[in-house]
């Protein structure tokens, strides 16, 4: 398989058009993935990215990465003894309460856990510093992705970026996020909302400037659940508290919210929670910085297309569903791994390693995307947080993901 950047004459233009043999759009876990295991094979590929540079945003909180789906990936990707050395230690403690205050299940991380917790943003930093310097391509937002076939083009694809330039490939990888630029060219599939909004809040230095809310919380992952609502959190490796609080409402409410104003919306959000606990309240009330809305979308369960030559789909491009299986980072860690060995074992024939990819993708997918509607059903029930210790109970160990 090449691995070199050539150019070809563009159909609309006299100015040579870059063309690579395969792109990769999203640099996120996914894409980053798929890109360091290409590099292991001795593919160089490159990664358009939209953020203006590493730094340009906060990654997200804690990942559990699972043995069979995330670990796996970082071992084809030959980076799992680096992950290791990056664990939270202690994050896989877990505390379950309900809105009263009171636990309901509490469990100590005693490390022989099989789901080690990572900050994102380490996690993103290992991947990007294990890839070349000049395989992300940062400021790169994709704004049009088009079929060439047939017009004389060298690629297959042509993909145009906000600053105007574009490129062709042979290869066309969709790792774009919910809101997939590519993924219109195989599926007319939308994501739409669960019923469930978030609003994420951060709170600083929790030992010291929120002891209250620290020892609540504990060293790990928490949920505080009740009346179709609820309190998600964990703490993070820079000791501050990651919450999000969840809850079952029309699309429009966020939108209600003057998330301008950090003390008018708490105050907007505390009404739902009037009759918790003071110590759960805290967790909201205590919030430092802004408040970031958030809506939870997610692709039809069974998600899947028709196999188009030259492009496919990994991660939430493919499969986006909502976060209660705890999947979403694992899911394109393994999808990128996948696609990536796929590619390496099919030299020179692309659509034998797509084909190969796709068969692993779909049902897999498929499995995890009805898990995470059932956990979301678990969480906000009305019985909750009772359904979520049964979950937990039937499956041998807490699976919802906080980044």
């Known amino acids: 398989m090449t691995t070199s950047t050539t150019s070809t004459t563009s159909t609309t233009s006299t100015a040579p058009t870059p063309h690579h043999p395969i792109a990769v759009i999203g640099g996120g876990l996914g894409g980053l993935t798929l890109a360091r295991v290409l590099h292991v094979h001795g593919i160089e590929v490159p990664v358009f990215d939209l953020d203006a540079s590493p730094d340009a945003r906060k990654q997200g909180g804690m990942l559990d990465i699972h043995e069979e789906t995330g670990q796996a990936a970082l071992r084809e990707a030959r980076l799992h003894e680096a992950f290791l050395a990056k664990v939270h230690p202690g994050g896989q403690a877990l505390r379950v309460l309900d809105k009263s205050g009171a636990v309901r299940l509490e469990e100590e991380d005693d490390g022989s856990g099989e789901r080690p917790e990572i900050d994102r943003g380490d996690l993103r930093d290992l991947l990007l510093t294990s890839l070349p310097e000049d395989t992300i391509r940062w400021n790169s937002k994709v704004v049009a992705c088009r079929a060439t076939d047939g017009e004389g083009s060298r690629g297959r694809y042509e993909v145009t970026l906000a600053d105007g330039s574009a490129f062709t490939t042979d290869l066309l990888v969709g790792a774009d996020g919910a809101w997939s630029r590519v993924r219109p060219l195989v599926s007319d599939a939308l994501p739409a909302y669960t019923g469930v909004s978030f609003v994420e809040v951060d709170l600083f230095d929790a030992d010291t400037r929120h002891p209250e809310s620290a020892a609540v919380l504990g060293g790990g992952m928490f949920f505080a659940l009740g009346d179709e609502k609820g309190l998600l959190a964990h703490r993070e490796t820079d000791g501050s508290l990651h919450v999000y609080v969840a809850l079952r409402a029309e699309e429009s409410w966020l939108g209600t919210v003057d998330f301008t104003d950090s003390e ?105 995307a009805r898990e995470s509607a059932g956990g979301l059903e678990a969480i906000f029930s009305p019985a909750a947080p009772q359904p979520l210790l049964d979950m937990f109970a039937g499956f041998g160990g807490p699976d919802t993901e906080q980044g």
């Open 264 to 368: 008018a919306a708490k105050a907007a959000v505390l009404e739902h929670f009037a009759d918790w606990a003071p110590s759960l309240r805290g967790l909201i009330a205590e919030a430092d910085g802004s408040l970031v809305p958030r809506y939870i979308h997610a692709l039809p369960v069974g998600h899947r297309w028709e196999r188009v030559p030259g492009v496919t789909l990994l991660g939430d491009a493919a499969h986006l569903m909502s976060p209660f299986a705890g999947e979403g980072a694992n899911l394109a860690l393994i999808d990128g791994a996948d696609l990536g060995r796929c590619l390496a074992e099919h030299p020179g024939d692309t659509e034998a390693a797509l084909s190969a990819y796709e068969a692993i993708l779909f049902p897999r997918a498929e499995e995890m």
